[in-house]
């Protein structure tokens, strides 16, 4: 009966310290998770207030251009520093024709390779190969294009900048692409090969409905990249601040003129009409990636 009582009394000891220990450990993990949380909250709110640190002084500085153009300045044709006339729209044109000419041109590529990496080929070095490779060379091959159509074979111009570009962004929405492919459960892939679907036929109605949201955010990132693209588009754009004439013309960007003009200005209203440029281009990007999310919430939601 003693030993009995000594066991029982043993046994109870050992539950008491599982669960003081048991206690005492969900006590350090909630509070390692409190710490985690406040972390990224204040990550959070420093981004924030980073972001609006930049719009309001990219709003401050505009301040002498945008009382002294007013809203013409959006819709201005003609941008000459030495009159002290500017106009940002040859800039709004040719930023929105380089990025959404960079954007078609690089989807059929992106959606190719993303299959491609994540379905076919998913491992080795040709794998490895294609994620890491991007070469330019577009001017000689425009140039060769418009020499054959009887075009003016300038070689730069819009359409250059825009092959520069969708080279650039293919590996944004091609690996976003890829991870997503590599995510879809396997067992849904499996399921219709056991009932007789071919490869294309898994990818056509397993693969792309369950990554379309990814794939989307995917050109929405490479989008954003190419608004913003500098000094590649600077290079081989032309450079003129007239209006583009066709995809062809050589024309110029809001980021490839504040590049190449900032260190000249001036005076201040010179300098605050490029600073506006950015204030434009700011907005631009802000409002396409709204326009973006909520195309992505869209097809999610279906």
Do not use: C
């Amino acid at each position: 009966m003693y030993l009995i009582q000594q066991v029982i009394a043993f046994s109870n000891n050992m539950d008491n310290n599982i669960l003081q220990k048991s206690k005492r450990r969900s006590h350090q993990q909630i509070r390692a998770e409190g710490i985690f949380r406040r972390s990224l909250t204040i990550v959070a709110l420093v981004m924030v207030v980073l972001v609006l640190g930049v719009f309001l002084t990219l709003v401050l500085e505009s301040i002498p251009s945008i009382k002294s153009l007013g809203l013409k300045y959006l819709w201005g044709k003609t941008w000459d520093p030495i009159n002290n006339i500017y106009g940002a729209l040859p800039f709004l044109i040719g930023t929105l024709l380089t990025s959404f000419l960079a954007l078609i041109i690089s989807i059929p590529f992106s959606f190719a390779i993303a299959i491609y990496l994540g379905e076919y080929k998913p491992e080795g070095w040709f794998s490895n190969f294609l994620k890491n490779t991007v070469e330019l060379i577009a001017v000689p091959i425009v140039r060769d294009f418009e020499t054959k159509f009887d075009i003016l074979p300038y070689g730069i111009g819009i359409f250059t900048s825009s092959l520069i570009l969708a080279i650039m962004i293919i590996p944004y929405s091609a690996s976003m692409g890829r991870e997503m492919i590599k995510m879809v459960p396997s067992t849904l892939k499996e399921g219709a090969y056991s009932l007789g679907a071919t490869r294309y036929e898994v990818i056509k109605s397993i693969v792309i409905p369950y990554t379309k949201s990814g794939l989307f955010a995917g050109i929405l990132l490479s989008l954003g990249r190419a608004l913003g693209e500098t000094m590649a588009v600077t290079m081989v754009i032309g450079n003129t601040s007239l209006m583009p004439t066709s995809i062809f013309a050589p024309g110029n960007t809001m980021a490839s003129v504040i590049a190449n003009e900032f260190t000249e200005a001036d005076h201040t209203v010179y300098l605050s009409a490029l600073i506006e440029l950015g204030l434009v281009l700011f907005l631009v990007t802000v409002v396409i990636n709204m326009i973006g999310k909520r195309i992505i919430k869209q097809y999610t939601n279906d």
